[in-house]
């Protein structure tokens, strides 16, 4: 099973830095929307590597690689050299997690783009993209620090948010995407097939 999880993200990997490099170097399919597509192809092979190292015996990693007294030694030794892997240990699942929000924000922002496109198609595309990105880092942040605990193991002592708070959290997100997501392309596939729309414009956004 394991062997499967390396192989599939070493796949995910491969085809999402692929994508993402082809994108870069041809200006024509970075034409808008698929900027978005292009960071969602960096985030998802960042999630790719981090699953794949959070199936590994990352304590082990840390100590082979002496990551542990790197930290220390940049960290000035405020800590003990158990406390230095566990926060390391602990980072892995915390990009993870927070990489995944970043590619949730951009299918989001992705959904979205394709109803303000429909709704108002002669309006600037550059202006709305440049609050794509920033906008999807502060929820992505805003995801991360409500529904953090739910991986890093939270302390029944939490004044603010329990675990069935940040699991709860977590599913709320996650419904509130589908929706919209399921929404938006019910929304495009409707004004396209109404009479009297363009044939070779229909071919675009379908």
Request: proline content about 4%; overall charge positive; charged content about 15%.
């Amino acid at each position: 099973m394991i062997s499967m999880t390396y192989l599939f993200s070493l796949i995910s990997m491969a085809f999402t830095s692929s994508v993402a490099i082809m994108m870069k170097y041809n200006p024509q399919l970075m034409a808008h929307p698929n900027k978005l597509i292009f960071y969602m192809c960096l985030a998802e092979g960042i999630i790719a590597w981090q699953a794949m190292i959070s199936q590994m015996n990352v304590a082990k990693m840390i100590c082979y690689f002496e990551l542990d007294q790197l930290f220390m030694n940049t960290t000035f030794h405020a800590m003990t050299d158990a406390e230095a892997i566990n926060m390391l240990r602990s980072s892995n699942y915390n990009f993870l997690q927070f990489f995944e929000f970043i590619s949730l924000a951009l299918n989001f922002f992705l959904c979205l783009d394709i109803v303000l496109t429909m709704r108002n198609p002669f309006y600037p595309h550059e202006r709305r993209m440049k609050l794509y990105l920033p906008l999807a880092i502060v929820l992505a942040c805003c995801g991360f620090l409500l529904t953090l605990s739910r991986v890093s193991a939270p302390r029944k002592s939490d004044p603010i948010l329990t675990i069935y708070d940040r699991a709860l959290f977590s599913v709320s997100f996650l419904s509130v995407y589908i929706l919209f997501a399921i929404t938006s392309v019910a929304y495009a596939w409707r004004i396209n097939t109404r009479p009297g729309m363009s044939t070779s414009v229909r071919k675009e956004f379908i």
